[in-house]
Protein backbone atom coordinates (compact mmCIF):
# COMPACT_ATOMS: atom_id res chain seq x y z
CA UNK A 1 0.00 0.00 0.00
CA UNK A 2 2.73 2.09 0.89
CA UNK A 3 4.57 1.84 -2.41
CA UNK A 4 0.92 2.37 -4.21
CA UNK A 5 0.42 5.67 -2.34
CA UNK A 6 4.17 6.66 -2.52
CA UNK A 7 4.32 5.75 -6.46
CA UNK A 8 1.18 7.71 -7.17
CA UNK A 9 2.37 10.93 -5.34
CA UNK A 10 5.44 10.65 -7.61
CA UNK A 11 3.85 10.38 -10.52
CA UNK A 12 1.27 12.83 -10.01
CA UNK A 13 3.32 15.49 -8.65
CA UNK A 14 4.62 18.59 -10.54
CA UNK A 15 8.29 18.86 -10.29
CA UNK A 16 10.34 22.10 -11.23
CA UNK A 17 11.83 21.13 -14.38
CA UNK A 18 11.15 17.75 -13.83
CA UNK A 19 14.57 17.56 -11.88
CA UNK A 20 12.09 15.75 -8.59
CA UNK A 21 14.55 17.44 -6.26
CA UNK A 22 13.27 15.74 -3.42
CA UNK A 23 13.88 12.16 -1.28
CA UNK A 24 11.61 11.04 0.89
CA UNK A 25 12.48 8.80 3.55
CA UNK A 26 10.38 5.87 4.80
CA UNK A 27 11.13 5.55 8.44
CA UNK A 28 10.11 1.75 9.90
CA UNK A 29 13.29 0.58 12.38
CA UNK A 30 11.86 0.97 15.82
CA UNK A 31 15.25 1.79 16.64
CA UNK A 32 15.20 5.00 14.16
CA UNK A 33 11.64 5.75 15.41
CA UNK A 34 12.89 5.89 18.58
CA UNK A 35 16.15 8.21 17.71
CA UNK A 36 13.90 10.57 15.76
CA UNK A 37 10.80 10.84 18.95
CA UNK A 38 12.97 13.56 20.82
CA UNK A 39 13.73 15.53 17.91
CA UNK A 40 9.96 15.44 17.09
CA UNK A 41 9.19 17.11 20.31
CA UNK A 42 8.83 13.12 21.74
CA UNK A 43 5.63 13.88 19.87
CA UNK A 44 3.53 10.23 20.62
CA UNK A 45 2.69 9.68 17.09
CA UNK A 46 6.23 9.48 16.26
CA UNK A 47 6.71 6.29 18.10
CA UNK A 48 2.54 5.23 18.27
CA UNK A 49 2.21 5.53 14.33
CA UNK A 50 4.21 1.93 12.33
CA UNK A 51 5.95 4.83 9.66
CA UNK A 52 7.30 8.12 9.67
CA UNK A 53 7.97 9.25 6.56
CA UNK A 54 10.08 12.58 6.08
CA UNK A 55 10.39 14.69 2.75
CA UNK A 56 13.71 16.44 1.54
CA UNK A 57 14.72 18.85 -0.62
CA UNK A 58 17.40 16.93 -2.34
CA UNK A 59 20.08 18.33 -4.70
CA UNK A 60 22.73 15.59 -3.60
CA UNK A 61 21.37 12.45 -6.80
CA UNK A 62 21.76 15.40 -9.50
CA UNK A 63 24.53 17.10 -8.55
CA UNK A 64 26.37 13.49 -8.52
CA UNK A 65 24.89 13.45 -11.95
CA UNK A 66 26.11 16.74 -13.01
CA UNK A 67 29.53 16.09 -11.99
CA UNK A 68 29.50 12.34 -13.88
CA UNK A 69 28.09 13.74 -16.91
CA UNK A 70 30.67 17.23 -16.80
CA UNK A 71 28.24 19.44 -16.57
CA UNK A 72 28.41 22.51 -14.36
CA UNK A 73 26.66 22.16 -10.94
CA UNK A 74 24.87 25.58 -10.37
CA UNK A 75 22.96 24.31 -7.51
CA UNK A 76 24.88 24.93 -3.99
CA UNK A 77 22.00 28.19 -3.44
CA UNK A 78 19.42 29.39 -1.87
CA UNK A 79 17.21 28.93 -4.95
CA UNK A 80 18.32 25.39 -5.49
CA UNK A 81 16.89 24.99 -1.98
CA UNK A 82 13.79 26.71 -2.54
CA UNK A 83 13.43 24.63 -5.61
CA UNK A 84 13.96 20.88 -3.67
CA UNK A 85 11.90 22.20 -0.85
CA UNK A 86 8.77 23.23 -3.27
CA UNK A 87 9.09 19.60 -4.53
CA UNK A 88 9.13 18.09 -1.43
CA UNK A 89 6.35 19.84 0.21
CA UNK A 90 4.06 19.14 -3.13
CA UNK A 91 5.12 15.60 -3.28
CA UNK A 92 4.06 15.20 0.32
CA UNK A 93 0.69 16.48 -0.22
CA UNK A 94 0.30 14.33 -2.57
CA UNK A 95 1.12 11.51 -0.74
CA UNK A 96 -0.90 13.01 2.39
CA UNK A 97 -3.93 13.30 -0.18
CA UNK A 98 -3.25 9.53 -1.37
CA UNK A 99 -2.73 8.07 1.98
CA UNK A 100 -6.08 9.36 3.09
CA UNK A 101 -8.15 8.14 0.24
CA UNK A 102 -6.65 4.74 1.10
CA UNK A 103 -8.34 5.14 4.89
CA UNK A 104 -4.92 5.60 6.66
CA UNK A 105 -4.50 8.31 8.84
CA UNK A 106 -1.46 10.87 8.99
CA UNK A 107 -0.07 14.12 11.10
CA UNK A 108 2.64 16.70 9.68
CA UNK A 109 4.84 17.69 12.06
CA UNK A 110 6.84 20.93 11.66
CA UNK A 111 9.88 19.66 13.80
CA UNK A 112 10.85 18.60 10.69
CA UNK A 113 12.38 21.64 9.60
CA UNK A 114 12.52 22.94 13.40
CA UNK A 115 15.51 19.77 14.05
CA UNK A 116 16.45 20.03 10.59
CA UNK A 117 20.27 19.46 11.39
CA UNK A 118 19.51 17.07 14.24
CA UNK A 119 17.15 15.09 11.96
CA UNK A 120 19.77 14.95 8.75
CA UNK A 121 21.92 13.21 11.07
CA UNK A 122 19.97 10.39 12.15
CA UNK A 123 18.45 9.63 8.56
CA UNK A 124 22.01 10.12 7.61
CA UNK A 125 21.27 12.79 4.86
CA UNK A 126 24.62 13.29 2.66
CA UNK A 127 25.17 16.91 1.52
CA UNK A 128 23.18 18.81 -0.18
CA UNK A 129 19.65 16.75 1.36
CA UNK A 130 17.66 18.39 4.02
CA UNK A 131 14.47 17.71 5.89
CA UNK A 132 11.27 19.90 5.46
CA UNK A 133 8.47 18.29 6.15
CA UNK A 134 7.07 14.39 7.34
CA UNK A 135 4.38 12.68 8.68
CA UNK A 136 3.81 9.69 10.91
CA UNK A 137 1.60 7.22 8.93
CA UNK A 138 -0.90 4.76 9.85
CA UNK A 139 -3.98 3.74 10.68
CA UNK A 140 -5.81 6.50 13.04
CA UNK A 141 -6.83 5.60 16.16
CA UNK A 142 -9.57 8.60 16.63
CA UNK A 143 -11.53 10.03 14.28
CA UNK A 144 -11.70 13.71 15.50
CA UNK A 145 -14.16 15.97 13.81
CA UNK A 146 -12.66 18.61 11.00
CA UNK A 147 -10.80 21.22 12.40
CA UNK A 148 -12.28 25.12 11.07
CA UNK A 149 -10.43 27.04 8.79
CA UNK A 150 -10.51 30.90 8.01
CA UNK A 151 -13.24 31.71 5.83
CA UNK A 152 -12.32 31.69 2.09
CA UNK A 153 -12.88 34.93 0.96
CA UNK A 154 -10.32 36.04 3.64
CA UNK A 155 -7.91 34.13 1.94
CA UNK A 156 -9.03 34.62 -1.73
CA UNK A 157 -8.16 37.56 -3.36
CA UNK A 158 -9.69 38.27 -6.69
CA UNK A 159 -7.11 40.11 -9.25
CA UNK A 160 -4.71 42.11 -6.71
CA UNK A 161 -4.55 42.15 -3.06
CA UNK A 162 -7.75 42.98 -0.74
CA UNK A 163 -6.91 44.77 2.51
CA UNK A 164 -8.22 41.95 5.16
CA UNK A 165 -10.85 43.32 7.34
CA UNK A 166 -8.65 41.04 10.23
CA UNK A 167 -11.02 41.14 13.28
CA UNK A 168 -14.01 39.58 10.59
CA UNK A 169 -11.70 37.27 9.34
CA UNK A 170 -10.50 35.79 12.64
CA UNK A 171 -13.84 36.40 14.77
CA UNK A 172 -14.82 32.66 14.88
CA UNK A 173 -11.42 31.25 14.87
CA UNK A 174 -10.77 33.46 17.83
CA UNK A 175 -14.21 32.46 19.74
CA UNK A 176 -13.70 28.72 18.32
CA UNK A 177 -10.11 27.75 18.52
CA UNK A 178 -10.30 29.20 22.34
CA UNK A 179 -13.06 27.47 23.60
CA UNK A 180 -11.31 23.68 22.12
CA UNK A 181 -8.15 24.80 24.46
CA UNK A 182 -10.95 25.01 26.94
CA UNK A 183 -12.81 22.07 26.26
CA UNK A 184 -9.34 20.07 26.83
CA UNK A 185 -8.51 19.75 30.75
CA UNK A 186 -4.65 19.44 29.71
CA UNK A 187 -4.95 22.31 27.29
CA UNK A 188 -6.86 24.32 29.54
CA UNK A 189 -4.42 24.08 32.35
CA UNK A 190 -1.44 25.09 30.16
CA UNK A 191 -3.55 28.31 29.53
CA UNK A 192 -4.53 29.02 32.96
CA UNK A 193 -1.13 28.60 34.06
CA UNK A 194 0.33 31.17 31.17
CA UNK A 195 -1.79 34.08 32.36
CA UNK A 196 -3.19 34.20 27.99
CA UNK A 197 -6.09 35.96 27.95
CA UNK A 198 -7.19 35.34 24.05
CA UNK A 199 -6.33 33.30 21.20
CA UNK A 200 -4.16 35.56 19.40
CA UNK A 201 -1.79 35.67 22.70
CA UNK A 202 -1.82 31.81 22.94
CA UNK A 203 -0.17 31.70 19.51
CA UNK A 204 2.89 33.85 20.34
CA UNK A 205 3.31 33.47 23.74
CA UNK A 206 2.89 30.04 24.64
CA UNK A 207 2.91 28.45 20.94
CA UNK A 208 5.09 30.18 18.77
CA UNK A 209 7.53 32.58 20.94
CA UNK A 210 9.99 35.10 19.47
CA UNK A 211 12.62 32.59 21.24
CA UNK A 212 11.97 29.67 20.20
CA UNK A 213 11.85 31.11 16.06
CA UNK A 214 14.81 32.80 16.40
CA UNK A 215 16.56 29.10 17.78
CA UNK A 216 14.51 27.61 14.90
CA UNK A 217 16.00 30.24 12.19
CA UNK A 218 19.43 29.72 13.41
CA UNK A 219 19.20 26.14 12.98
CA UNK A 220 17.84 26.03 9.50
CA UNK A 221 20.17 28.75 8.33
CA UNK A 222 22.88 26.51 9.89
CA UNK A 223 21.92 23.42 8.40
CA UNK A 224 21.06 25.01 5.20
CA UNK A 225 25.04 26.32 5.53
CA UNK A 226 26.28 22.52 6.35
CA UNK A 227 24.26 21.33 3.72
CA UNK A 228 25.82 23.28 0.95
CA UNK A 229 23.17 25.35 0.01
CA UNK A 230 24.15 29.27 1.04
CA UNK A 231 27.45 28.83 -1.01
CA UNK A 232 25.94 32.29 -3.06
C1 LIG B 1 3.93 22.00 8.20
C2 LIG B 1 2.99 21.48 9.27
C3 LIG B 1 3.48 21.21 10.53
C4 LIG B 1 2.66 20.68 11.52
N1 LIG B 1 3.20 20.35 12.73
C5 LIG B 1 2.44 19.72 13.66
C6 LIG B 1 3.02 19.23 14.86
O1 LIG B 1 4.23 19.39 15.10
N2 LIG B 1 2.21 18.58 15.74
C7 LIG B 1 0.89 18.37 15.49
O2 LIG B 1 0.21 17.74 16.32
N3 LIG B 1 0.31 18.81 14.35
C8 LIG B 1 1.05 19.47 13.42
N4 LIG B 1 0.49 19.87 12.24
C9 LIG B 1 -0.92 19.58 11.99
C10 LIG B 1 -1.75 20.85 12.08
O3 LIG B 1 -1.89 21.24 13.42
C11 LIG B 1 -3.12 20.58 11.43
O4 LIG B 1 -2.92 20.30 10.07
C12 LIG B 1 -4.06 21.76 11.58
O5 LIG B 1 -4.38 21.95 12.93
C13 LIG B 1 -5.36 21.60 10.78
O6 LIG B 1 -5.95 20.37 11.09
P1 LIG B 1 -6.35 19.35 9.92
O7 LIG B 1 -5.09 19.09 9.12
O8 LIG B 1 -6.82 18.13 10.65
O9 LIG B 1 -7.41 20.02 9.13
C14 LIG B 1 1.29 20.44 11.25
C15 LIG B 1 0.80 20.73 9.97
C16 LIG B 1 1.63 21.24 8.99
C17 LIG B 1 1.09 21.53 7.60
Known amino acids: MLDRILEGAIRGTSSSGNMQAFSIIVTTDPALKQALY ?102 AAEAPGPRDRLPTHGLVHRNVYQAPDVREIYEARQSRGWARYMQDDQLRAMVEASGVQNLAQLYTTVKYTRESHQAYSATILDCLERQNFLAG
Not at 87 to 111: H, P, R, Y
Open 38 to 139: PLHFEQDMVLEAPAFVTFCADFHRMRRWLEASDAPDNFDNLMSFMIGAIDAILVAQSAALAAEQEGLGLCFLGTTLANCAAISEVLQLPANVVPVVGFSLGY
